[in-house]
């Protein structure tokens, strides 16, 4: 069992609060359920994740694999990415092994300023239609990341 240097004590009804960078690392957030036991190691919690796919949250046809639950619909799409992962690092070892070949791209910005002006305006948008929406929403309906909306905000 990993030994954090953390220490809490209980309180007269015997609670604890679990610190903030454990509750940040292990997912939990307000309302999770947890779950409680003993082994070799000692008292283990964790957070509860129920009997459902850990990817999708399906209830059916699932399989147990290094303590979470798949179901068959995750395997089948884990194994197709499997065969493409390895597809194209087979492309990239032939590519290695190939002759070298001139490279005739043209140099690009990444991100040119209307662009990030752009994104700039969908993000106020975004935050004026839904102000108390959590920034990952915001990433995922622009299709960004969660830190480039983040810089995104600073330039609000």
């Not at 309180?11 to 609060?17: E, H, K, N, S, T």
């Not at 957030?29 to 070799?40: M, T």
């Not at 002006?117 to 102000?131: A, G, T, Y």
């Amino acid at each position: 069992m990993k030994n954090t240097g953390m220490t809490r004590p209980l309180d007269q009804l015997g609670r604890i609060v679990l610190p903030k960078e454990m509750r940040t690392t292990m997912d939990i957030n307000i309302g999770d359920s947890l779950e409680f036991f003993v082994n070799e190691e000692g008292f283990v919690l964790r957070k509860y994740t129920g009997v459902s796919c850990k990817f999708c949250g399906a209830v059916d046809h699932l399989t147990y694999f290094r303590d979470n639950f798949i179901c068959s619909d995750c395997i089948q799409i884990l194994k197709t990415e499997e065969h493409e992962d390895v597809a194209s690092t087979d492309a990239i070892q032939s590519q290695k092994h190939a002759k070298p070949t001139h490279n005739t791209t043209t140099w690009k910005p990444k991100q040119s300023r209307v662009q990030q002006d752009e994104m700039v305006r969908k993000l106020r948008k975004l935050i004026q239609e839904h102000p108390n929406l959590p920034q990952k929403v915001y990433a995922e309906m622009l299709g960004i990341s969660q830190g480039r909306v983040s810089q995104l905000k600073k330039l609000l």
